[in-house]
């Protein structure tokens, strides 16, 4: 088996590559989004202001906690954020939120890392939730999955350049368990930029 497809062991992990993009992702961002209702045919625009802060350990610690995860032995290595966004839609309709969240890495294939993500509060629910994602150094993308209680919603995030950033969203109706994603309720695209 060639190194590309063996795992390597979480304490041998190389999460540079992901506290680069990271690191890049900490500041205010001005965001243009495109979202696709395929459900009723819809086509909506919205702007958001999003703020991303480091978190403290204490709270990196909180947010395992309220998710009921087991604390790692060493938190000061985990990628830990406070997000706060503000979206205004071209309807006039306003959402604000604020969350706290928890970037875990736990096996590593290639240039591919993956663990879990977790957040205080989710998007589509208000609560807790513990999420996957799957972040390709190469792509410089970042893959998140969601399993909501309708929804599935799988977000990614690529890093074109430490100001600009393209995201997509795609939310799938929930399928049975064991069974593949296939009814897709929205789609949304992004360009996210920095500012100075």
Known sequence: MSSQSSSVPADALNVEPLSYFFDCCVGNWDIERTYH???HQQVERSHTTFEVVPISLDL???VLVDNG????PD?????????KFHTVSETGEEVSQELRTVFIPHRQQGEI???AYLRDRAYEESRPIVSDFRYDAQARELLMTTYYTQVVSVDSITLINPSLRIRRIYNYQRPAEGNPLETLLLVGFGVEQKRA
């Open 113 to 115: 890392l993956e663990g």
């Open 75 to 83: 938190l000061q290595p985990l990628p830990g954020f406070r997000m």
């Open 60 to 62: 990196k610690a909180k």
């Open 69 to 72: 995860y087991a604390e790692p």
């Open 37 to 39: 209702y395929l459900s």
